[in-house]
């Protein structure tokens, strides 16, 4: 169900109150702007390491969803701005406050335009994964979370997301896993990225062959020293998981919710070992074959018109589901 777009020309912030009121505190810069279930937390931590990078006190402020398209909870209008510039207040001289909200990626026009009135040339940072693995994630991280039935089959899972997608309807407030498939229809919500910010402002990652020369690169592109990166902790996380007690897990999604550990990650990393060796349980399901043929040939149509899209705009180096539609 994809949705035309026009082509506009580049369009350039607006100069208003907004961006007047910026000078009460320091606003970011870089965004990692999406999707969920792409790699943005890890990048968002990677990046967090460098010296000219200084991270959001929370990973995902979520400021400009209020004027998301796409999102059942957008209100309209966003939080006064020193809510979100208290978020960097501890940013000095580096060259770059970030913070990474995965849902901006859908969020349409109105969020964007939102966006660019607010901030100063901010630089864009997308990461794409391949939607059938992505759908895949979403299911496991979701039962992970308890925001799925403990019983539900993918198959099932995939009928209330097809009902969703049918319907066109935004993100809903609850049960919002059910939204992966309206979500990774990524030809809906690329396009106006690419008309508002030009390849200098918008960086496109995969999640596939997510290495540490992808972090390397991209630091190359955003004009900041690259030899530190060897020095990094290339950690992955969000990662999806079983538990073995129902109630243990409950206590430690309570614990990492943002503002207890989920940013203190020097806490949280020994505790989250010790989790796992208590109550932790590997997932060893697999998708079924036939689930995966069916999300493939549903996303055919909007995978081909994104490889399009990025090959006009010279990236070269596509994963495997962009190279075979």
Same mark, same amino acid.
């Given at each position: 169900?994809? *949705? ?8 350039? $912030? ?33 990046? /967090? ?9 929370? *990973? ?32 000095? /001289? ?7 909200? #995965? ?12 966006? *660019? ?13 391949? $939607? ?10 979701? *039962? ?27 993100? #809903? ?46 630091? %190359?592109?955003?004009?900041? @020293?690259?030899?530190?990166? @060897? ?13 073995? /007690? ?46 995966? %043929? ?24 596509? #994963? ?6």
């Amino acid at each position: 169900m994809m *949705k035309g777009k026009d082509a506009s020309a580049e369009r350039s $912030p607006t100069r208003t109150g907004v961006r007047a009121r910026a000078t009460a505190g320091r606003l970011p810069n870089l965004l990692l702007a999406g999707i969920g279930k792409a790699g943005t937390t890890s990048l968002f931590w990677h990046l /967090s390491q460098h010296p000219d990078i200084c991270a959001s006190r929370v *990973k995902e402020p979520r400021y400009f969803l209020a004027l998301s398209e796409n999102d059942e909870d957008a209100e309209g209008v966003p939080a006064p701005l020193e809510t979100y510039t208290a978020l960097f207040d501890r940013c000095e /001289s580096q060259r770059y406050a970030m913070e990474a909200t #995965p849902h901006y990626f859908h969020g349409g026009d109105r969020l964007i335009d939102g966006l *660019k009135r607010t901030l100063p040339d901010p630089r864009i940072v997308l990461t794409l994964r391949d $939607p059938v693995d992505r759908a895949w994630s979403v299911f496991t991280f979701a *039962k992970g979370r308890m925001r799925l039935p403990a019983e539900m089959t993918f198959e099932e899972y995939l009928g209330e997301c097809e009902q969703l997608y049918r319907t066109d309807a935004p993100r #809903p407030r609850t049960a919002r896993a059910y939204w992966s498939i309206r979500g990774g229809v990524y030809a809906d919500f690329l396009p106006v990225w690419f008309d508002s910010f030009s390849d200098e402002r918008l960086r496109i990652l995969f999640f596939e062959p997510f290495v540490a020369g992808s972090v390397r690169d991209l630091c %190359a592109w955003l004009d900041i @020293d690259t030899s530190c990166v @060897d020095s990094f902790t290339l950690s992955a996380e969000n990662r999806s998981g079983g538990y073995r /007690s129902r109630l243990l897990h409950r206590v430690a999604l309570a614990a990492n919710r943002e503002g207890a550990l989920r940013n203190r990650r020097r806490l949280k990393g020994p505790l989250r070992r010790v989790y796992q060796a208590v109550n932790g349980k590997m997932l060893r399901d697999r998708m079924p074959p036939a689930a995966r %043929a069916r999300l493939e040939e549903l996303f055919a149509p909007s995978n081909a018109v994104v490889s399009a899209l990025l090959s006009e705009r010279g990236y070269t180096d596509l #994963p495997e589901w962009l190279r075979t539609v």
